[in-house]
């Protein structure tokens, strides 16, 4: 019996050490996969809607589904909760869109969209932890951005709590956003960012102007062209330049008329003057 007991507690440290072990290994490899969030996300309640912004601009956006329950962050109320979230874990780098994913592991399975009688967590799952006391529940309740196969039902609110989104869609932000992003999921509309857009420019119009070569950002201000107005005083100015223009103009084009019709009336009259030298000869 003591023999026994002094191999239990002895087994029973081993278990122990191992846990401890296995812990600080788990949190160092957290630690090693965090990285500094790409972008940030906002979840639409209203519009059904994910958003991406990188800077304050809106680079993507996806429909979803939130909670067909409502919104709230109560254990076991199957409801979407709001407010300030984080990234804390990324599963299913890798995997083919459509993956089943069974307790966060693949179990083997692929379906395509809207396959009849299944409603999996498939893609990619994106686990949320919620920042705010109001949303505290979020980690534990298993709160993610998913993939799902019923993409038929995106739009309108059909999830059990997740934020659902499209099977290929979901592997898209996986690609796009890191572990850290923040994810603030609101009532209101997605929040209007500017779009970010390739500035794509004919090789005419390449011409070096601050137009076309201004960077993309926040602190960048827009260039407008073409689109000056004038004061009151330069329209004055302009009117009283043309008018003079129009005044200089004008005898430069009376010159050559001038000129064309008087070499035209000599000539008529020596043509004259010769048809009649002719016909006082005939006499």
Known sequence: MPLFSRISKKSHFNDCL??????????????????????DVVVSVKDQKLGIYTEGKLTKEY???????????????????????????????????????????????VLKPNAPGRDPIVSRILWLRGMETSNRNAFNRFIYIHGTPEENRLGKPASYGCVRMGMKDVVDLFDTINVGAKVVITKGGLPPGEKEKAVVAAKEDIDGSPALTAPATLDAQPIEIARITPTEGEKKRAEENESKEKTKAAPEKEKPVHKSRSSKSKSDTKVAGHGAHKSKAKA
């Open 18 to 39: 191992i846990k401890v072990i296995g812990g600080f290994l788990l949190a160092g490899a957290l630690s090693q996969c965090t990285s500094t969030p790409k972008g």
């Open 63 to 109: 429909v979803i589904s939130t909670s067909k329950f409502g919104l709230g962050d109560q254990k076991g109320s199957n409801r979407t909760p709001l407010g300030q979230h984080e990234v804390i874990a990324k599963i299913g780098r890798g995997l083919p869109a459509g993956a089943v994913l069974k307790s966060r592991r693949w179990n083997g399975e």
